[in-house]
């Protein structure tokens, strides 16, 4: 894998795992303590990683790969692209 662009935020890591024969699933863990789990940490899909064509993928869920996103506009927390309309997008971003 590639140099990931992402520092985790504080009180986060960040897991690899093997998904399929050339892909690679980028889990985020956050450590804070929830009563629901008995305070273990909570883990969600990042998103994934060709190997083979070098490339990140935004995630459906976390047994399903989207399509491929420019690693620049991924957030440290996921490789989700966020669907704004217009004015949406000038108040967030």
Do not use: C
Not at 43 to 50: A, C, D, E, Q, T
Not at 73 to 84: D, E, H, K, R, V
């Amino acid at each position: 894998m590639t140099e990931f662009p992402h520092k985790p935020p504080k009180g986060y890591s960040y897991e690899i795992e093997s998904f399929k024969r050339n892909v690679i699933a980028i889990w985020i863990y956050n450590h804070y303590r929830f009563v629901y789990n008995h305070g273990s940490p909570v883990r969600s899909i990042w998103g994934f990683y060709n190997t083979k064509t070098k490339s990140y993928h935004a995630p459906i869920n976390a047994k399903t790969i989207g399509s491929v996103v420019d690693i620049e506009s991924t957030t440290p927390y996921s490789a989700m692209q966020l669907n704004l309309n217009p004015l949406a997008h000038a108040l967030y971003t």
